[in-house]
């Protein structure tokens, strides 16, 4: 089993849909939990970054994490042909230095 | 500030040849990590160092692959001999303190394309 999964889809949506986009995990070690958007032929950038459990609001971008059922979720409301990108969910664990990546969904918002 | 600058953005090289990828972090930056990316393994960290200083290199793939940084604005990713399945794309990363709620910067990546 990969340590973190994550469906590459890709996600097609209507402009001003409501977008999930999931991730599970197996170690149980990770703490840090992070969501980057990727766009085409450019590096990752963070979006969103969480702690532990809980939810966090930005924007019209909400980040969830369910440690006990090891699944973080982003939340993208009213989204937007520019919210068009491949995104990333990262982790890692308490004192370590190495992210761990999914491999990314492809997120399409059609106009 | 400019951002994680690499280069070269593009490089297409002959099996065998030798590829040096450069990265410049972000000034100010203690942390500089080197990743590839491919369609089937996504996202990998190959190196990273602190304050100049090799840490972990433990994602290496094998001893074709080397990574220097002579000083703190300067860093190299060296693979001597390439092999098509070297392919990817190669991102350098900088920040300030280790990777966990601190921000990594991602350069826009090194296309590395091996025939």
């Known amino acids: 089993q990969k340590e973190v999964e994550q469906d590459p889809g890709p996600l097609s949506v209507p402009e001003g849909a409501i977008v999930s986009l999931n991730c599970t995990y197996s170690?149980?070690?990770?703490?840090?939990f992070m969501w980057y958007r990727q766009y085409s032929r450019k590096g990752p950038e963070l979006l969103m970054y969480t702690y532990s459990s809980g939810n966090k609001e930005d924007g019209r971008f909400t980040a969830q994490v369910d440690k006990s059922s090891k699944y973080i979720s982003l939340f993208i409301r009213d989204s937007q042909p520019s919210d068009s990108a491949t995104y990333l969910c990262?982790?890692?664990?308490?004192?370590?230095?190495?992210?761990?990546f999914g491999k990314g969904t492809k997120l399409s918002v059609i106009p | 500030d400019a951002g994680v600058i690499q280069s070269p953005r593009h490089e297409v090289t002959e099996m065998g040849q030798e590829v040096t990828l450069r990265c410049k972090p972000i000034s100010g930056h203690d942390y500089l990590f080197w990743y590839r990316q491919t369609m089937m393994r996504g996202l990998e960290l190959l190196i990273y160092f602190n304050n100049n200083v090799p840490i972990d290199d433990s994602g290496m793939p094998e001893d074709r692959f080397s990574a220097k940084m002579p000083n703190a604005s300067f860093s190299t990713l060296k693979i001597q001999p390439s092999e098509p399945r070297d392919s990817a794309v190669y991102f350098c990363a900088s920040s300030y303190g280790p990777a966990g709620g601190n921000t990594i910067y991602f350069g826009e990546g090194s296309w590395l394309t091996v025939v």
């Open positions: 990262a982790m890692k664990g308490a004192g370590s230095y190495q992210l761990t």
């Open positions: 170690n149980s070690a990770f703490q840090y």
